[in-house]
Each structure stands twice: as C-alpha cells, then as structure tokens.
C-alpha cells in the first residue's frame, strides 16, 4: 500500500507516519517548504502550495489512499486576517487535492480526514454523537462545517470518506497539554472557569491508530475520534496535579480575564462538549488509553516539553 499524506510533519502526522512505516507502508508527503522535501526509505516528499494552486501531480503515483490533516492551528489570537487563513488552509488544500484527482489519472479509492468536535454546541448536558446536526453559528462551527464540504467533494470521484472529529488531543510534545502542565509544574495552575465544562480528549497515539484503522478498514462517514470517558476541565486539571505531586489551590480563573489575554481564542478554555466515541467502538476499534488519569500517567511520567 502505498498512502499520500498532508501534514506529515505535524503533532499527528507524525505519529501517522511512524505507525505506517511500522506496517512497511510506502508515504508520499505534501510540503509547501520545498527544504523538506527529502526521500528516504519508503518516504517521498512533493511541493505544493494551496494558496496558488500548485502541486506537484507525481504525488499520486502509486496512491491507494490520502490521508489528510493540514490545516493551519487554531491555538493562535484570532485576528480578522487569521480566521480567515484557519478557513482558507483547510478548504484551500482539500479542493487543490480534489482538482487534482479530478483531472488526473490515479488509483486513489479512499480520504481520511481530520475533523473536529468543535462543530458541537457548548454544553454542559448533551452528549453528542455523530447524528447530531443541529449546528450553531459560531466561529469554530462554520470552519469544521465548511472543511468537511470541502473534504465531502471527493465522494463524487468515487472515493470513500472518512472524517474524523477530533477532540483535544493529549501529546507531551505539542497542543493543548503542555501548556496546561506549565504552570502546574510551577506550582500556579488554575482551573478555567467554573471547571464543570466537558472535555472530550483522546490520546495522540490512539489518534493516529485511529487513522491508520479507519484506513485500513476502508471506513467511510463521520467518527468522532475521542476517548470513551470524557472528563470536565477540573477533573482534568486536577489529575495533571496530582500526578505531578503539586498544589492546584489558586483561584479558578475568570472567563473575561481570558478573553482579556486571548481574545476570541478564549472560547477553546470554556466550551463544554461531551462527545461519544461508541460509532468508532462499534466498528472495531479498541482503545489503548480509555482513562484521561492512564492517558496522562503515561505522558507526564516522562518530561514533557513545556
């Protein structure tokens, strides 16, 4: 098998790409930084750059199957021009993948995509599965609703689909956990807010199984790609603490003082989405780390690059 991935060198796609070369399969790599492009054993880099349209069409050669994870991060203040760019890099490279497919010969029969569960409304109750299409109109619903049309496109070449929903990902070299357990470690962490929001997390080493799963079985639809037991934000809080052996005594944080320091971005503290994995479950896939307490002993157990 040979698979085209976006992203490749990203917090995911790098743990993407060590599993699939476990399984002795052959990666092509988009990259719009034409230094990186290098060939070694059963990987092979090619040009592209979403925003002119260009690409390299020697990436398909060989292709049974993309996986598609680029995207510019949305863990950065959300200025006018940089929400648009947030936009623009998901359905920019999904249609410049899709033009190319469309006019060129290939034998590319699947795309697996990510998602994400921000395309669920903040909420304390519900517990959001994959039927769920009551959508709000929020910043953060719009951009997933907009990237999974673009991504949709390809089932009219014949291809299956998969788009996999991600929730916050647990990695100690990148996202969201390094920059909870910074101040932890120093003895100054903090819950956000009242703490009782639900996060859907999972594991980044469950993620890319998940990936590689669903490519392998040729899955097809929407999958929420989360861990089966969600905790809210202080239970969370809470674990990082104890497994570190610190104190978390300080004051939770107020809502407007984060909005003071992050600007619309701060929604991505507060919001409450408790998310079902059971559709992926019921299609075979098993977690590794089925507890955010597992999940963050085995990642906070080493040193974690804050």
Known sequence: MKVLVTGATGLIGKEIVKILHAKGITIHFLTTAPEKIKSKPNTKGYYWNPKTGEIDENCLAGVDAVIHLAGASIAKRWTKKYKQEIVESRVLSANLLFQLLKTHPHQVKQIVSASAIG?????FTSNYNE???KFEDTFLANVVLKWEGSVQQFSRLGLNVCKLRIGLVLSKKGGALPQLVKPVRFGLGSV???G?????WIHVKDL????VFSLENNSDGIFNAVAPNPVTHREMMFSIARILKKPLFFPNTPRVIMKLLLGEMHTLLFESQKVSSAKIQENGFHFQFLSAEEALTDLLKKKINV
Not at 119 to 123: A, D, E, H, K, L
Not at 196 to 200: I, L, M
Not at 208 to 211: D, S
């Open 208 to 211: 890319a199984r998940m990936f």
């Open 196 to 200: 009782k929001q639900w996060q859907s």
């Open 192 to 194: 956000f807010g009242s």
């Open 119 to 123: 395309v669920y409304p903040s909420s």
């Open 131 to 133: 039927e769920f299409n």
